[in-house]
Structures are given as structure tokens and as C-alpha cells.
């Protein structure tokens, strides 16, 4: 069964959450955990958390996906952007505690020139604390674009990252369809190769959740601006050997398309549950 959902807004609540996602046909969806450029974060609403959590499961919806903001970056160069990174990802990370299976993505991070070992090093840092207080919370690394100086473009960074983390079994990897692309990886020609590479380098067993965007831009490009899926660079064919992959199929799917509102994403879900039913 296609497991597939897209981003919702946040600001209304989880309960809010669940009741769009059933409407527009998920059975799973991605938020951010605070204002995606901003910090701070309202209190937790535990009424809602426990009308969500009965709600979730009389309606089937799993694998709720947690978005760090992008202004979290563990490797920035100025303290006080570390130290944001370091406050947000603990609190970010004790408030999702009593969510049930929901796992926690955030992008490893920009170097500002500091060097990528550098860089990954600030970033296991973190992790390493983060990661110390066992929430129970599965954190992934999401694959990037290459964009600037962007950590995590490639398989090998990602997996010196988990390999620099005393408890690799509590990280995981997000591959996001248009980064992977942009970074250089052809999975528009050669999808079964980029999926050995990716199993060679970290391990297919780390693979947690698929981000699924096209893109606007050609191959290799490192730009990041994601396109409605089949309208981009990527096309109609590549999501529907995406989806039916055997090693893929099975995973959490979570769109990150540019939409006008949510009935953009409603009508993305159907045609590609359509398109996953004619493997
Ligand atoms: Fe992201
Ligand atoms: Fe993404
Ligand atoms: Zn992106």
C-alpha cells in the first residue's frame, strides 16, 4: 500500500493536521516544527496532541514527519547560529517525545566556508548530544541539493556524518528526489544505479522517507526549486518507477511541490496513487 502525504501548515495544530491530511487523501504528512524562518515556538498543546494521536490512528495515518526549521544550522560559523541550532533540535526533539512514530528531518547544514570535515564535525557535535537523551525520535539527515556550501550533497558526507554519531541507529536518511537530482545523482536514467550507490556508501537500511518533488532545473544543477510532479526536469515516468520500486515502495512519501493550497496536493496524491497502481 503507497503510503503518501505532502507538507501542511502547522500553525493550526496536530488534531488540525490530521483532519486536512484525511481530507485531501494522505495517510501521512510532513510540518514544520516552528516557523521555518523564524525560532521560537508556541507551548505544547497536550489536548491536542491526545485528540491527534485517536485521531491518527482511527483514520490510519502513520509516519508524521517533523521539519526543522531552515534556519537550524548546526555548522554555522557564528556561535549564536550554532546555538540556535543546538536549542532548537533538543527542544524540537523533546516535544515530538510523545508523538507516535514520527521521525525528525533537518538539512545537515551549511559550512560558510568553514570546510566540509569542519563542517561535519559541528554537525556530529550536535547530533551527539541530540541524539544522547534517547527521545525515541528517529532523526534523518536530508540529501541536499549542493546549494552554496551545503553539507550532505553527497552519499559519502552523509555517511561520515552517521559514522561520526555514537548511536547510528537513531539517524536515518531522507532522499529528496530533486536534491539528489541536483547533486548529481541521474535518477531520471538511472535509478537501480544511484539506489546501489546509495546502498554501497550508507546502506539501504538507513533509507527512512522519500521527499517527492520534480525539479525545475536540469541535471546536476545544484539550484533546489522543487516542480509539480511530472511538470519538471525529472517527469512522470522517473515517479512512477520511484513508486513502484521494490526498495522504495514500502517507504513514507511526503510532496514538498509548489501548490497554490492544499487542494494542489490533493489532486497530486490521486494521480499518483493512479500512477503507482499501474507498476
Ligand atoms: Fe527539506
Ligand atoms: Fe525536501
Ligand atoms: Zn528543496
Redesign the pocket.
Known amino acids: 500500500m503507497l503510503r503518501i502525504g505532502c507538507h501542511l501548515s502547522s500553525s493550526k495544530g496536530y488534531l488540525s493536521m490530521g483532519h486536512e491530511a484525511v481530507r485531501i487523501g494522505a495517510d501521512t504528512f510532513q510540518f514544520f516544527t516552528r516557523n521555518p524562518r523564524g525560532g521560537a515556538v508556541k507551548p505544547l498543546d497536550v489536548a491536542d496532541v491526545l485528540a491527534y494521536l485517536t485521531f491518527a490512528k482511527e483514520n490510519g495515518l502513520t509516519a508524521p514527519l517533523a521539519h526543522a526549521p531552515y534556519t537550524l544550522n548546526p555548522c554555522g560559523k557564528e556561535e549564536r547560529v550554532r546555538d540556535f541550532a543546538r536549542m532548537a533540535m533538543l527542544e524540537d526533539l523533546e516535544r515530538l517525545s510523545g508523538i507516535h512514530g514520527v521521525m525528525y528531518n533537518f538539512h545537515p547544514g551549511s559550512h560558510v566556508g568553514q570546510g566540509v570535515q569542519e563542517g561535519i564535525r559541528l554537525i556530529c557535535e550536535l547530533l551527539e548530544e541530540a541524539l544522547a537523551k534517547d527521545t525515541g525520535v528517529t532523526v534523518l539527515l536530508?540529501t541536499m541539493a549542493g546549494k552554496g556550501s551545503e553539507v550532505g550533497a553527497t552519499f559519502e558526507e552523509l555517511r561520515m556524518i552517521i559514522d561520526g554519531v555514537g548511536a547510528p541507529e537513531q539517524i536515518g536518511i531522507?532522499l529528496?528526489t530533486?536534491?539528489v537530482f541536483d547533486a548529481g545523482y541521474d535518477i531520471a536514467s538511472d535509478l537501480d544505479g544511484v539506489l546501489e550507490r546509495f546502498d554501497h556508501v550508507i546502506g539501504l537500511s538507513k533509507l527512512k522517507a522519500i521527499?517527492l518533488?520534480d525539479s525545475k532545473n536540469p541535471f546536476a544543477s545544484h539550484k533546489d526549486r522543487h516542480e509539480k510532479i511530472g511538470e519538471g526536469t525529472l517527469g512522470m515516468e522517473t515517479f512512477r518507477r520511484i513508486l513502484t520500486h521494490p526498495v522504495l515502495c514500502g517507504l513514507p512519501f511526503y510532496l514538498?511541490t509548489p501548490q497554490e493550497n492544499n487542494d494542489g496536493y490533493a489532486r497530486e496524491i490521486r494521480m499518483l496513487r493512479g500512477l503507482a497502481g499501474k507498476g
Open positions: 536530508e531522507c529528496d530533486c536534491h521527499h518533488n514538498e
